[in-house]
């Protein structure tokens, strides 16, 4: 049973004004609204959410009801795998359409992080880290991700000229993006000079390395095959995978993020794509780092070579395969629990022809990768235009 998307609600990503409950409502009644559905449509709720101490509101699994009392006495249930918890609820609701046990199901991903001082939200985030190893990291997960962009440029040279490049390619992207949290191009120089706009914040990664903390929320209406078919709009999943790898570095290969290799082959075998049949990608740039490492998890290049893909174009708008043409984790914005739907509902977007200034000419096959942690939850999906 294929299981399609049929609306979108997004909010703005940034430093917002809105509580979290207020976001939810939001993105929830917008994605309803796009796809023709009443509350009382809806079978089951899932709403993916870290938080990990961020926002004081632990509990967010039947806050929509507040807004959509058609909703009362629906399951809702809160889904948390670290940075990967939007695609995690998105799993749960497509099992749930699989298993013949929903029809429709809302799934939102939401996080309120700015109310939170630095120092909570940094030992927050941490909690996505193997916690015997992560002890007196005083740099937060930007830390962590400096050991993996050291040792790479140990074994590989300095690459940080290329992280500057992703960095720049993705504010480039992010300025056609209004709702991204950053609209503004930011040129290479810029990217790879410490200064003091753009301080080192851990090893070779600088804060234009690192994704912001962000506000925000996006949800999505899934349905199955037999209903979806009069929904206006519907973007079909023609695969999906999910891969856990060790959450200990000490047990992997730092420099090869193997549960996002297996995740990438697996979801290709299964869609029988390859990646030149994709229009575009969107991938979890939490830290520059990571897309260049995800370049040859995915197949674009080999081991070490990721370098390649910037420096001849192919992962430019232009490009053989755009990434991140949304403005990525770096320009739109990292709320935690809302970035996995949200990459899934910007590729749904694009596929619909309904992504404005980021638009792909002619997009008619998209992925997304998300992951959480360090490589730990690896979620990759491929999208296609329901006329195909």
Known sequence: MHTYIIGTGHSRFGKLEQSLE???????????ESSGTDPEEIDAVYIGHFNSGMC??????????????GLRFKPCTRVENACASGSAAIHQGINLIAGGLARKVLVIGAEKMTQADAKRIGKGLLGASYQPEAQGETAGFAG????IAQQYFDTHGDHSHELAKIAAK????GVHNPLAQFQKALDIDFCHTQSERNPVVSGPLKRTDCSPV???AAALVLAADNVSRAAPQRVRFLARAHTTDYMPMS???PLILEGATLAWKKVLCDADVTLDDLAFAEVHDCFTIAELMIYESMGLTPYGK????????WVYKDGRLPINPSGGLKSKGHPV???GVSMHVMAARQLLEQAGGCQIPGARLGAVFNMGGLAVANYASILVRDSE
């Open 251 to 253: 047990k992997r290969n």
């Open 214 to 216: 962000s506000d925000g």
């Open 22 to 32: 207020e976001l939810i409502a939001q993105v929830a009644i917008e994605a309803l």
């Open 56 to 69: 004081d509101q632990e509990f967010p699994a039947s806050l929509v009801l507040n807004a959509l009392p």
């Open 170 to 173: 993705n504010h480039a992207n």
């Open 144 to 147: 962590l991700f400096a050991r």
């Open 306 to 313: 990721g370098a390649r893909a910037l420096n001849e174009g």
């Open 337 to 339: 629990g809302a970035t």
